[in-house]
């Protein structure tokens, strides 16, 4: 298993959270990286999930796609903005990921 550090923040780089996901897999979509981000943070503040970085009640992954393309916040990868759900992420030890509140 590749851990995989993910780093929320704010515009101004305030950091609000961090949480290391281990993947089995070498690469990973966008998409599927929201996805398992989200499921984390629902998992992680339970009844309280309006703390996280996604403000979400437990209604699932999906209600966070929209603000991903509305532009609610962004994903970097390696310093890189991603904007493609279908895009593949190379995933190592050092691989940087920032979800940055908009």
Known sequence: MTP????DETESGTLLNQVCLLLEESS???????????????ESFGGNAGEGV????????????RP???????????????DDLGQEIEVSPNTS??????
């Open 4 to 7: 995989l550090m993910i780093h």
């Open 28 to 42: 990973i979509t966008v998409e599927e990286l929201l996805r398992r981000r989200i499921e984390q943070e629902v």
């Open 54 to 65: 996604f403000q979400l009640q437990p209604a699932g992954s999906h209600a966070a796609l």
């Open 68 to 82: 991903f393309r509305e532009r609610g916040f962004v994903i970097f990868v390696n310093n890189r903005r991603v």
């Open 97 to 102: 990921v920032r979800f940055v509140r908009c």
